[in-house]
């Protein structure tokens, strides 16, 4: 059961190209969590999801669907997602991705840390949290990723690039997210540094990540490059006003006699 203090919770579940692995994951968190209603976001299948996914909302009253006209990128589905999840009026939005990585099963944990956070991550490179079915390749970029994002940010957070996360509606107001542009796979790690810059409470729980069974990845180095040149642009940002910030605590001192 999910904490009565949290309220009325959704996870939003964007999906391209997942007619296999869409009902089983929409299933598994029915089960897991029959309090949590699932809010599918597709952008046009070519491989039909979306009807599969109407069909599921059409056998339960948990299940909805918003159908996208184009792919426009995993950023763009889940803004559109948290819009008509945040005009439904619910207080917890959440994300996970229909591929089968995130455990269903797990979802009460983030849950549960969220009755004492803003936003709770699903976490993988933290003590307990585990990948099963990684290439070598893809953990070290992973783990490098997320090492980078920490140096250059300066945020305590291990896995800010993680899709596995429960919002509290309060946070999702107060970071503007009319003033997110990213839209591909930065938007995680965009989203948890707005959230730390706020000054809202971030708490990483550990997951058992699995890779995708069925289906393609739509991981390219494309985006990976774009990820590091976007989170570069940040820090250098966050330097420049740390300094500027220095400079004038040091005048200011200097003046006071
Ligand atoms: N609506 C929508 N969903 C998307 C889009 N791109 C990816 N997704 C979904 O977002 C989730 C995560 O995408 P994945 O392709 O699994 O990305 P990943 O987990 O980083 O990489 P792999 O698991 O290696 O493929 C999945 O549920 C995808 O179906 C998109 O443009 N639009
Ligand atoms: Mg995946």
Request: net charge positive; proline share 3%.
């Amino acid at each position: 059961m999910i904490h009565p203090d949290l309220g009325r919770a959704v996870v939003v579940v964007p999906t391209y190209n997942e007619a296999l692995n869409i009902a089983a994951v929409v299933g598994r968190v029915r089960a897991a969590q029959p309090d949590l209603d699932v809010l599918v976001v597709d952008d046009s299948s070519p491989d039909g999801t979306g009807r599969i996914a109407d069909r599921l909302a059409a056998e339960d009253p948990g299940v909805t669907v918003l159908h996208r006209t184009a792919k426009e990128g995993l950023g763009a589905a889940y803004l559109h997602g948290f819009a008509v999840a945040l005009a439904r009026g619910y207080d917890v939005i959440g994300e996970m991705d229909a591929d089968g990585s995130h455990q269903p099963e797990q979802v009460g944990r983030l849950l549960d840390a969220l009755v004492e956070a803003d936003l709770v991550i699903g976490a993988r490179w933290i003590r307990g949290g585990s990948v099963q079915n990684w290439s070598v390749r893809r953990e070290a970029l992973s783990r490098a990723g997320n090492a980078y994002v920490r140096v250059l940010l300066g945020m305590g957070v291990h896995d800010a690039t993680a899709g596995f996360r429960m919002f509290r509606r309060t946070t999702l107001e107060k970071i503007d997210l009319s003033a997110v542009e990213s839209t591909g796979y930065v938007f995680q790690t965009d989203l948890t540094w707005r959230t730390v810059q706020a000054g809202l409470r971030v708490r990483e729980v550990p997951i058992d990540f699995v890779d995708r069974e069925y289906g393609d990845s739509k991981m390219t180095t494309d985006v990976a490059v774009e990820s590091l040149r976007r989170i570069t642009r940040w820090g250098l940002r966050e330097r420049r006003r740390q300094v500027r910030r220095t400079f004038r605590t040091h005048r200011e001192r200097r003046r006071t006699p």
